[in-house]
């Protein structure tokens, strides 16, 4: 079993963490903008997930260790923590740092041939819906500054 498929249980976690993330990021802000990016970025984390979930073959198994990306992207939604109304450009690129990790790893998934087609195309139509998302973040953060 390749590398990728045994961390696609610790990205499935990651868009989880993100979803829950996201979606109480939306509910508190008060820009209007912002608040409808984290909605979309809270929506397409909530389709990976359950897609890569129904793709993964059964018996595949998280790998005995979680990649650094998931405590890398939890410290990221802690650091932030609830002070989304007060959400400042430092937020944001945080927040644009742990996604830039994010479909890091999904490029390799993309990229390795173990994995299903199905799961390298939907990790491909993440890491492209992402890159739209983060650059409406750019976006907000310069109106920010």
Do not use: W
Request: some cysteine; hydrophobic content about 40%; aromatic content about 6%.
């Amino acid at each position: 079993m390749s590398e990728t498929a045994c961390f696609l249980h610790d990205l499935i976690q990651i868009s989880r963490d993100g979803t829950e993330f996201y979606e109480e990021a939306a509910r508190t802000v008060s820009d209007k903008k912002l608040s409808r990016v984290f909605t979309d970025m809270a929506k397409a984390k909530t389709t990976l997930a359950d897609n890569l979930l129904v793709e993964l073959k059964p018996g595949t198994k998280p790998g005995a260790k979680s990649i650094d990306l998931v405590s890398d992207v939890v410290q990221t939604y802690a650091g932030i923590g609830r002070g989304f109304k007060a959400v400042n450009s430092a937020h944001i690129t945080a927040m644009e740092q742990s996604e830039t990790q994010i479909q890091g790893s999904l490029q390799k998934v993309v990229m390795d041939r173990d994995n299903s087609f199905v799961i390298r195309v939907l990790a491909k139509q993440y890491v492209h819906t992402a890159e739209n998302l983060k650059a409406e973040l750019r976006s907000r953060k310069r109106s920010l500054a």
